[in-house]
């Protein structure tokens, strides 16, 4: 059973643009949900993670919006540039198990210059 | 500061033998957990270690173990290989419990 579906597959967005990547959970008990960037030949690289009691945080560019009720997070990256161009990956986990990770299936962003 | 290491970066096994990849987490770093992924079936979870004991187990046949020792490192054994093991392994490791989780770069295990 998949419990976090991600979209879209694939985005491509112009340099400057603001990909949105969407992710929706099925289980209420999970309580973090980082996302991860990947780029090819290389392991996911944390980039910023959300608890379910904030409905928003900025890191830099990119910021996560959460929506608990909808069981909804969604990540938004600024001025998006070229070197933004990897998959990313949503995640979610249980209580005191950050460790184990349910992961979406991932977005493969393309920024074009 | 080191990052997770992971070793070796790639292999190839042949169907039906067993394969020992390794992990060493970033220093101080006490939990190490183990992901499989493939194009198929992405980042699926195999299980984690804390302190030496396996706290989790994701669903993958026994053919898959793993240990960890006492200064952290682990390892994880995938015996009587089969095609549809080819993946890239994925280790990470966290401070502790319930603290974010740092991949290596993977271990690309190619069966033929």
């Known amino acids: 059973q998949q419990q976090v579906k991600q979209s879209p597959q694939s985005l491509i967005v112009q340099k400057g643009g603001i990909p949105i990547i969407n992710c929706a959970y099925e289980?209420?008990?999970?309580?973090?949900f980082p996302w991860y960037q990947q780029f090819p030949g290389k392991g996911p690289a944390l980039l910023i993670a959300?608890?379910?009691?904030?409905s928003e945080k900025k890191e830099g560019r990119f910021t996560i919006s959460f929506n608990k009720s909808a069981k909804q997070f969604s990540l938004h990256i600024m001025d998006s540039q070229p070197g933004d161009s990897a998959t990313y990956f949503c995640?979610?986990?249980?209580?005191?198990?950050?460790?184990?990770?349910?992961f979406g299936s991932g977005t493969q962003l393309t920024v074009l210059p | 500061k080191a990052g997770v290491t992971q070793t070796p970066r790639y292999l190839i096994k042949t169907r039906g033998q067993q394969v020992t990849l390794s992990c060493s987490p970033i220093?101080?770093?006490?939990?190490v957990s183990w992901y499989q992924q493939t194009p198929g079936q992405g980042l699926q979870f195999l299980f984690e270690y804390f302190s030496e004991t396996q706290r989790n187990k994701g669903n993958f046949p026994g053919r898959f173990s793993g240990r960890q020792f006492s200064n952290s490192r682990s390892e994880m054994n995938v015996s009587t290989l089969e095609l549809g093991d080819s993946a890239l392994y994925l280790c990470a490791s966290s401070l502790a419990e319930n603290t974010e989780a740092f991949f290596g770069q993977g271990t690309r295990l190619t069966v033929v």
């Open positions: 220093s101080g770093h006490r939990s």
């Open positions: 995640a979610a986990s249980f209580p005191g198990s950050a460790r184990q990770l349910t």
């Open positions: 959300i608890r379910p009691d904030v």
């Open positions: 289980n209420t008990a999970f309580d973090y």
